[in-house]
């Protein structure tokens, strides 16, 4: 038995992105419908073999449908959503709007499944900020083990993280330097191109970012209120893939070689970690892969019962499309199984 999916937003990165990944994991699927907005109408995107011509998101009418993906950004979920949800289908969303909210899961598969549970209050479940999905499933075996009391990560973020016009914008100042033509700025506050800018979101009263304060409370929500943790959010000229240097302190004795163990053997995680020229993971390597990668694991010997990681994954997969896709699958198994 199949599933009838709506994807909202299917002609962006991640849209497009959640209808590769369906397709590659032959995802139970009856019908799909593609849906963005009404500019946009008529256009064509793939769905495996498949050809999908774009609907308006502004008049379908979402009766019938199981599940709707939604990765076409917070005013669009705070708009139509809710509308999808009552009328009868679960909706999975890519934006930050309904993150934090008490009555909506926000669910990493590997690290809190349990928590779909509760996906019935608004049949509404929240898909995490790129950033924090590969960091939880990193921490999350560690904690089971030896329980993370603080967490100091800085983030190094592709620029797809951002959207098509960004990932534009890239390449056109990358061009331009070469021929020397003006630079450009439109998406960011600065120059891209051979530059990194520490500043992702909007700034808060405290200093920080708002992607920064993301990865703070989702991180709590997810795995452990009692965590403490610190971000500094950096967008770099990368096309596809986030990375991050992770320092973490843990309540308990936690060895390096122990640490490895617990990844290697821990769902969604990949260690390559030799102590070698390459022997570590970078984004070229991860674009287009499912995994979070795991490298450079050691002690940070500033803290008792310190670690230190570099912690790298697709952001268009598991940081968004993947991750959401992942939740589908789980609210399958658990909660929405169709009788043969």
């Not at 769902?267 to 979070?292: M, N, Q, S, W």
Request: hydrophobic share 45%; proline share 4%.
């Amino acid at each position: 038995m199949g599933y009838r999916l709506a994807i909202v937003g299917a002609t962006g990165l991640v849209g497009q992105e959640m209808l590769n990944i369906l397709a590659e994991r032959d995802f139970p699927v009856t019908e799909i419908v593609a849906l963005a907005s009404r500019k946009s109408l008529g256009q064509e995107v793939s769905f495996g073999e498949k050809t999908l011509k774009v609907k308006a998101l502004d008049d379908f009418d979402f009766k019938g449908t199981d599940i709707a993906l939604f990765a076409a950004g917070g005013d669009v979920s705070k708009t139509y959503a809710p509308l999808a949800a009552k009328a009868g289908a679960v909706v999975i969303d890519n934006s930050s709007y309904y993150r934090m909210d008490p009555d909506v899961p926000l669910v990493v598969p590997e690290v809190n499944a349990d928590a779909l549970a509760g996906y019935s209050k608004k049949n509404i479940i929240a898909n995490p900020n790129c950033s924090t999905a590969q960091l939880v499933v990193a921490l999350k075996p560690l904690h089971d083990v030896a329980k993370i009391r603080r967490v100091v990560v800085s983030t190094y973020q592709a620029v797809s993280g951002a959207g098509n016009e960004a990932s534009d914008e890239l390449f056109r100042q990358t061009r331009a330097i070469f021929v020397n033509d003006p630079i450009e700025t439109d998406k960011f506050t600065k120059q891209i191109a051979f530059n990194v800018i520490p500043h992702i979101d909007i700034f808060l009263e405290d200093g920080s970012t708002k992607e920064e304060w993301k990865m703070t409370v989702e991180t709590k929500k997810i795995l452990d209120p009692d965590i403490e943790l610190v971000a500094t959010c950096v967008r770099v000229p990368v096309f596809v893939g986030h990375s991050e240097a992770v320092f973490v302190e843990f309540e308990n004795d936690i060895t390096p070689g122990s640490a490895r163990k617990i990844l290697r053997e821990a769902p969604g995680c990949l260690v390559i970690d030799k102590r070698e020229d390459g022997g570590y993971v970078t984004p070229a390597e991860c674009a287009g892969e499912f995994a979070t990668y795991i490298s450079r694991i050691r002690r940070d010997s500033t803290v008792k019962n310190g670690l230190s990681l570099w912690v790298v994954s697709d952001n268009l997969r598991k940081g968004a499309a993947l991750n959401a896709v992942q939740i589908a699958e789980s609210l399958i198994a658990r909660h929405l199984k169709k009788d043969a």
